[in-house]
């Protein structure tokens, strides 16, 4: 069976650009939710969606944005890139909102 | 709101050592808790899980972890550390009855020697 499976698996940017990573969950999963991890720290939420609703927004400014399609797979969006926005963006899949996370292995960007 | 506190951000043993690794949380509703693992280069894979049965649960690889209301605690042990058990442990906790939404800690680093 096929896990969370996100692309690109690493990216490199400049200040200032558009970015949109890609996050298919695990069949039969409808919710999904996008972290922030920067190296050394744990992941910082970033968005919930569950059933094509936002059901969650972490403390991110409005560059980020997020989405869910009918088929459930996601895409987050990051505009006016900084350089602080370098981090690993892992998209996690679950079958309910309360049950424990499946993680894919994350899209690396970097900016530069 | 809730939060977890990860205590040492390192941790290291001897290989066949038990692995002890501290997590304490605040909530204000019951929670939920989670153990994650993380290997270089890889994403997060779930550990095992509390969501109000038993105290103690046994998860994979032979780790386990009590919840401990009165300490605010959900620490995680294995009784025997093994050489492929070095990663970045993640301790994370949701609000049972909200958005579920998990929070988690800084992480540490488990280090096995030989």
């Known amino acids: 069976d096929a896990g969370v499976t996100q692309s690109p698996t690493h990216l490199i940017k400049t200040r200032g650009q558009h970015v949109t990573l890609r996050c298919s969950p695990i069949?039969?999963?409808?919710?999904v939710s996008w972290y922030q991890q920067v190296l050394g720290q744990g992941p910082q939420f970033i968005f919930q969606?569950?059933?094509?609703?936002?059901?969650g927004r972490g403390n991110f400014p409005d560059r980020f944005s997020a989405r869910q399609f009918p088929n459930y797979s996601s895409e987050l969006n990051v505009n006016a890139l900084l350089l602080g926005d370098s981090a690993l963006y892992l998209c996690?899949?679950?079958?309910?909102?309360?049950?424990?996370?499946?993680f894919g292995s994350g899209t690396r960007l970097t900016v530069v | 709101a809730q939060s977890v506190t990860q205590l040492g951000s390192h941790v290291s043993v001897s290989e066949g050592a038990l692995v002890l690794l501290r997590c304490n949380y605040s909530?204000?509703?019951?929670?939920?808790l989670f153990w994650y693992v993380q290997y270089p280069n890889q994403g997060l894979q779930l550990l095992l899980k509390?969501?109000?049965?038993?105290?103690l649960v046994k998860g994979i690889n032979g780790f386990e972890a009590e919840f401990k209301k009165s300490e605010t605690s959900f620490h995680l042990t294995k009784p025997s550390a093994h050489m492929s058990d070095a990663a970045e442990y993640f301790c994370?906790?949701?609000?049972?009855?909200?958005?579920?939404?998990?929070?988690f800690g800084r992480g540490t680093s488990l280090i096995v020697h030989p």
């Open positions: 996690a899949s679950s079958l309910r909102l309360e049950g424990g996370y499946t």
């Open positions: 069949s039969g999963h409808k919710s």
């Open positions: 969606y569950y059933e094509k609703e936002e059901r």
């Open positions: 909530s204000s509703v019951p929670p939920y």
């Open positions: 509390y969501t109000s049965a038993a105290t």
């Open positions: 994370a906790v949701s609000a049972s009855g909200g958005s579920y939404i998990p929070t």
